[in-house]
């Protein structure tokens, strides 16, 4: 299986920041590479697919990049709604994995 | 827009079968285009995918390795409508267990069904 390494595991962050969370792979996955959003209670919302494309009717402050093994999900312009967990997933084979998550908090 | 509804039991005996089902709207589980796909969550576990169905000219299954003995995902097109069977369940099972639509991406995701394993 592949194993996708996310960091960090939390984040403490102001409101109009900018954040990073980064994700690896154990394996070139090319760019099958989706981030999702997770809300305390919900189910996960897809982001961003293929590395760095955007969802229909996702926030353009939301963005991916990268490929290979070594991908990065930015936020710019924090605002409090986006207290959430996020978390990178591949789909460049099966089992899809993911990663264990960023927990996302506002200072 | 799609929408998944998942229906069945929150508690589970040990050694019984677990049976959840995500029911359609808005799709077809024949599509072409997507798989439908089960995906349970655990804090021991975190976001852990079990698998997959879809059509392509026939019927395909992938299923993870660490359940591959004891799971079954099926359709109903007649209900639109597919299922998951996890056979000789351990209180290791109990999770929050999710179906989603992967079309580029797991795009559309149910409700969410807390399964407890216990006596």
């Known amino acids: 299986d592949i194993q996708m390494t996310e960091s960090p595991s939390s984040l403490s962050a102001v409101v109009g920041d900018r954040v990073t969370i980064t994700c690896q792979a154990s394996q070139d996955i090319s760019n099958h590479l989706n981030w999702y959003q997770q809300k305390p209670g919900k189910a996960p919302k897809l982001l961003i697919y293929g590395a760095s494309n955007l969802e229909t009717g996702v926030s353009s402050r939301f963005s991916g990049a990268g490929s290979g093994s070594d991908f990065t999900f930015t936020i710019s312009n924090l605002r409090p709604e986006d207290i959430a967990t996020y978390y990178c997933?591949?789909?460049?084979?099966?089992?899809?994995?993911f990663g264990q998550g960023t927990k996302l908090e506002i200072e | 827009q799609v929408q998944l509804q998942q229906s069945g039991p929150g508690l589970v005996r040990p050694s019984q079968t677990l049976s959840l089902t995500c029911a359609i709207s808005g799709d077809s589980v024949s599509s072409s285009l997507a798989a439908w796909n089960w995906i349970r969550q655990s804090p021991s576990r975190g976001l852990e995918w079990l698998g997959r169905t879809y059509y392509r000219s026939t019927w395909y299954n992938d299923y993870a390795v660490s359940v591959r003995s004891r799971i079954t995902i099926n359709s109903d097109t007649s209900k639109n409508q597919f299922s998951l069977q996890l056979n000789s369940v351990t209180p290791d099972d109990t999770a929050l267990y999710y179906c989603a639509r992967d079309h580029a991406g797991l795009d559309s995701w149910g409700q969410g069904t807390l399964v407890t394993v216990s006596s």
């Open positions: 997933q591949q789909y460049h084979n099966v089992p899809y994995t």
